[in-house]
């Protein structure tokens, strides 16, 4: 079964939303790690929306199952990669408006760059992945550029319903066997959920799954109960010699 990386990014959006100390990434990623996660993922946007590049410094030195950082392929990017070492870095491409990652890198238009890059990530000891739509031009040119994995896009699947998503399954296996034959190695993500995760975890060759948003809006409905509690609890202990 494919390992689980937890994406953080919006335990930072939270914070940010006040640019105050929390929630706080480094902790949310013990807390993740505790509970079982294999690896925990960030993307460090260059409009620094959410994780912060203190973030980033503080969690490759916190972190202990594994560290994936995903950036877009600028040079300021791949320096801070250069320089932080995470145990892994995913290529992703990143459009300022966009509220999420919307589709895969075009690895064919960005080949050039990828065959510059990436070599020098994996002289450092960093293993590369590109986030590519489960297609077979993207899938050959990470082949060609010398990428260890692919990433494929889930997001069709999770969006598609009824025999469409079916068919979207379909199109991530045919893309996992193809890439899995060109010896690169697979992991997968974008939009799973608690209900649609399972037929891709059971998806050929699909060795790390990493999500998201659907972890970070499940903890704050399950862990709502409990803070609400706790602060009645601090409220109605006020006079009481409490505090
Ligand atoms: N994989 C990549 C490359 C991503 O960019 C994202 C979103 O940041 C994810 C996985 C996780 O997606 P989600 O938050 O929908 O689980």
Sequence with gaps: MPRLHVNIDHVAT???ARKE???DPVAAAVICELAG???ITVHLREDRR????R???ILRQTVKTFLNLEIALTDEMVAIALELMPDAVC???ENRLELTTEGGLDAAAAAERLAQVLPRLHDAGVTSSVFVDPLPEPIEACAKAGAHYVELHTGGYADARGAARESQLQRLETAARYAHEL???VNAGHGLDYDNVQPVAALPYVEELNIGHA??????LVGLDAAVREMQDRILGAGQGEG
């Design 14 to 16: 939270v914070r940010q």
């Design 21 to 23: 100390r929390n929630p």
């Design 37 to 39: 996660a294999n690896g």
């Design 50 to 53: 959410h994780i912060q590049d």
């Design 55 to 57: 973030d980033v410094r």
């Design 91 to 93: 290529v992703v491409p």
């Design 183 to 185: 010896g690169l190695r």
């Design 215 to 220: 972890i970070v809006a499940r903890a704050v």
